[in-house]
């Protein structure tokens, strides 16, 4: 592929058609639904900071509400432009308690559903920072003639067979992956198209930045705590934006861990397995890190018992994971007295 001249979203995911296993233009549809309801949602989520200016001085439009509408906008966009192609025959979204079944469009069988997060860190929108859409796809487990059950929805990520995440950023991206490596594109408002922009990501194997919410510390468990210690010791730079997204995204490029471990308040950690951890996992894996649990687990391998499940996580370059979990291993095997 010529890096001379611009490649735009679609052209690049129809000349990687021939890349999936299963080769359909079913896949390569879905992925072009996405891109063109993450321009939807980016045109609104740039307007919401002006919508928010406006409400500050009008009172009864609560800042907090519009926070939650463009949440409900976003998702209402994703299903929309997913249910309108047909492509896929079923979506879960963090906003819906249950899976929407999506009847089939002129005929056409669908193979495949959508797991979302439409809005991740809208609490961000307000204050105008960066907030981001996550998605995966799955291929469906049953039957083809007959709706999506809740089966095809609680699938390992190790199944996934692509996921990405768009940043709507200081500049607005998307990056996903299909299982063979992560690619970046950055909308040019100019064109409305999103253009190849960051080929064939590769994380670095260490990094100087890990993100947490430190102010929860006393809240994790003891080695938690202590691999924290650690990265302080050594002087990485924490950041955390509050929303993992844009977190994971530093990292991505700059190298560095992103931890939601388990606190009291969230025992089993707070993020959501199927529209955040799995999907962002599968994206980090593919570009040449790691994603584990705080129980040493890898995040992709859980066991998906509900739509809404929680996980915790430690997620990013490859040798900072591992160190977490040798960290972790060599505090839980001390005596329990004096922790
Ligand atoms: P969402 O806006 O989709 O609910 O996700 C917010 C998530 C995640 O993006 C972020 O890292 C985390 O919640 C922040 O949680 P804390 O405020 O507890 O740190
Ligand atoms: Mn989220
Ligand atoms: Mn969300």
Redesign the pocket.
């Known amino acids: 592929m010529s890096n001379n001249r611009t490649v735009t979203l679609d052209e690049f995911i129809i000349r990687r058609q021939k890349d999936f296993s299963f080769a359909s233009g079913e896949l390569t549809g879905l992925l072009r639904d996405i891109g063109v309801a993450a321009k939807i949602v980016n045109r609104e989520v740039n307007k919401a900071g002006l919508l928010n200016i406006l409400g500050v001085a009008d009172k009864s439009n609560a800042t907090g509400d519009e926070v939650q509408k463009l949440d409900l906008y976003a998702n209402q966009k994703l299903i929309d432009c997913l249910k309108n192609s047909g492509e896929c025959c079923g979506i879960a979204s ?1 906003e819906n308690e249950d899976f929407i079944p999506i009847n089939s469009v002129a005929d056409k069988s669908s193979k495949y559903v959508v797991v979302f ?1 439409p ?5 961000n929108i307000d204050v105008n920072v960066s907030v981001g859409t996550i998605f995966g796809i799955y291929r469906r487990v049953s039957d083809a003639n007959s709706p999506c059950n809740l089966d095809d929805f609680l699938q390992k990520g190790t199944k996934l067979v692509a996921a990405g995440y768009v940043l709507y950023g200081t500049s607005t991206l998307l990056v996903y992956t299909t299982g063979r490596g992560v690619n970046g594109f950055t909308l040019d408002p100019t064109i409305g198209e999103f253009c190849l922009s960051h080929q064939d990501i590769q994380i670095p194997e260490r990094g100087n930045y890990y993100s947490v ?1 430190q102010g ?1 510390y006393l809240k994790f468990d003891v080695e938690m705590r202590r691999y924290i210690d650690y990265c302080s010791d050594m002087n990485y730079r924490l950041r ?1 934006i ?4 844009s ?1 994971i995204h530093r990292i991505l490029f700059q190298g560095g861990i992103f931890l ?1 471990p388990n606190t009291r308040k969230y025992p089993q950690g ?2 959501r397995l199927v529209y ?1 951890c799995n999907p962002l996992s599968f994206i980090v894996e593919q570009a040449g890190g790691r994603s584990i649990s705080s129980q040493l687990e890898r995040i992709m391998d859980l066991d998906v018992k509900h739509l809404h499940q929680r996980a915790t996580i430690a997620i990013g370059s490859p040798a900072m994971v591992d160190e977490m979990k040798a960290f972790v291993e060599r505090y839980s095997a001390l005596p329990t007295f004096g922790k």
């Not at 809005?119 to 609490?123: A, P």
């Not at 509050?242 to 997204?245: I, K, P, Y």
């Open positions: 963090e997060d809005l991740d860190g809208s609490s919410n929860y955390y509050g929303s993992m997204v977190d939601y707070k993020l955040e």
